[in-house]
């Protein structure tokens, strides 16, 4: 199994739990591919997690086309997502509102590309 079909495995599977638990609220599922963080713009690469190489797959409900959109995020941006979950339980902080703003935005354009 490369990269992509462990990524686009894994999604579907998260895709099948949250459509189990959701219903119809989540209607599809799409990867951000385009290789850069949401949050911040940079590339993303492989992230260490406990000094490994890791694969830190996150995923978000876009409501409004009820679209589960799976991304990765830099390193950087991963730690601060988690630093803030971590102290503020429950609650998302601006960084993970510019994440979805982001991904929301690449997710159109991916839309529009296939419309044209
Ligand atoms: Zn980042």
Known sequence: MD????INDALAQMFLQIH?????AVKSYWFNDSGVCPGCGRQ???VKHK????IS?????YR???VLIGYFL???CMKEVFRTAKRTPGQQGPRHDAIEANLIAA??????????
Not at 20 to 24: K, V
Not at 57 to 61: G, K, S, V
């Open 3 to 6: 990269a992509d079909e462990f």
């Open 20 to 24: 189990a638990q959701f219903g119809d």
């Open 44 to 46: 993303v690469g492989p």
């Open 51 to 54: 000094g490994k190489d890791a």
């Open 57 to 61: 797959l996150n995923a978000f409900i």
């Open 64 to 66: 409004k086309p009820g």
């Open 74 to 76: 830099c390193q950087r």
């Open 107 to 116: 997710y159109r354009q991916h839309m529009s590309a296939l419309d044209s």
